[in-house]
């Protein structure tokens, strides 16, 4: 998954973070995301744009962008103002203090709600990492919260079966060459490189389907050609 495009000069492969992509390119806005399957991108819209409203488990592979769309479809619902009020929680550290975690969640929810937004929205990052009993507590919120929380994992079976029965479960499926070549493309026209397409599907199609993967085959072009 990949995000907008903002021209900017290559850096050297020895700044702090050589990870260009990274740090140059990450999505801003729905429209910046990339899936697979078209289908799946018009089904997490109608979640973003407030047409569908409900709790939404996202699950794939490792490096598929499910965190940080996430995080963009509980924003989009926002405005610049409410935007700042959505968390987006690690459920390592929700395992710590569970109970302070699904307070600062609903406070979150609570404002929300008072600054104009119908349905707010929370962020629960690797939820599979939560316990047994903390699941059981999450459960037990997601039935009685004002908004809703979205999920994200990559072992979805290690999920409570109450929690997956509550929520709607979209798998995001590894990135192929075709699905993100357009994108790729234009992040090298950004960098003032220009190749055929059908040399930048074989450059993509030595990736793993993570955009992680995709990034670092991007960058390392790019820096070849410094």
């Known amino acids: 998954m990949t995000g907008a495009i903002a021209p900017q000069s290559p850096t050297s492969p020895n700044t702090e973070d050589n990870t260009m992509l990274n740090q140059n390119f990450q999505p801003n806005q729905f429209s910046d995301l990339v899936f697979e399957e078209e289908c799946i991108k ?25 965190s940080t769309a996430a995080k963009i479809i509980a924003e989009t619902r926002c405005d610049d103002e409410t935007a700042g009020f959505v968390d987006v929680i690690h459920a390592r550290d929700a395992s710590i ?3 302070r975690s699904l307070l600062r969640i609903s406070n979150g929810f609570n404002i929300q709600q008072m600054m ?31 908004g809703c929380v979205i999920l994200t994992t990559n072992h979805i079976h290690a999920l409570d079966k109450g929690i ?10 590894s990135l192929s060459p075709n699905a993100v070549c357009e994108r790729a493309s234009d992040i090298l026209k950004a960098q003032g490189i ?24 991007l960058d390392d072009f790019i820096y070849s050609k410094v």
């Open 97 to 99: 203090e569970m109970e």
């Open 194 to 217: 220009v190749v055929e397409q059908s040399y930048l599907l074989r450059l993509l199609s030595t990736t793993s389907g993570s955009w992680r993967d995709v990034a670092r085959a």
């Open 164 to 173: 997956k029965d509550r929520a709607d479960e979209v798998e995001i499926k």
């Open 116 to 146: 104009g937004i119908n349905t707010p929205y929370a962020v629960i990052d690797e939820a599979d990492q939560l316990s047994e009993i903390n699941q059981h507590h999450l459960r037990a919120f997601m039935d009685n919260a004002i």
């Open 42 to 66: 018009q089904r997490l819209f109608a979640y973003a744009s407030g047409k569908r409203d409900g709790h939404i488990i996202l699950y794939g592979d490792y490096g598929t962008g499910k």
